[in-house]
């Protein structure tokens, strides 16, 4: 089964990455109403950390996202089941059959891969606010040191000003030729 279609499968919803039970059910190769059946018989095996029913609200969003005329069609009658991964994985317990077995497998792969990648975003993303918060220190300090720079350089133009008013300006004759004009 590809990692596209896996990850394709999964949404952010109450802030957890969860699978659809419709979705759910293709993979599987089995109806929904099937799938679902499998859950209730078993409800025990799911608690609410590994399968929730979206509530009116959710339900209403998600369906403006299919677009679908017809709402009997595709399983849209009820609010999906939605599963985490733990959720995912306690499935193929129920669903006893060595399809279920390997699409499940390849499902918490997919997770992984998914956590794996957000990890690695997260340590980048760190480093990189790191070397931002460096970067602006930096930037602080140079425009300090500029501004010392600057601050000297007017004290010596004030002096170098203040010298040049006290001294005269021009060619001085030797004192033989003063006298003679």
Known sequence: MP???????????????IMIDRDLSVLYGIETKRLKEAVKRNAARFPA???????AKEFRNWRTQIATSNSDKMGLRYAPYCFTEQGVAMLSSVLNSERAILVNIEIIRAFTRIRK????????????????EK???????????????????????TRKIKTLAKTKV????????????
């Open 117 to 132: 990648v957000i990890t690695e975003n997260t340590t980048l993303r760190r480093a990189i606010e790191k070397l931002e």
């Open 49 to 55: 950390d590994f399968m929730f029913e979206m509530n």
């Open 135 to 157: 970067s602006e220190n930096h930037s602080k300090n140079i425009e300090l040191v500029f501004s010392y720079i600057e601050e000297l350089q007017s004290k010596v133009n």
């Open 3 to 17: 990692y596209e279609r896996v990850v394709g499968n999964i949404y952010l919803l109450r802030n957890q990455k």
């Open 170 to 181: 021009g060619y001085k004759l030797p004192a033989a030729k003063r006298r003679k004009q």
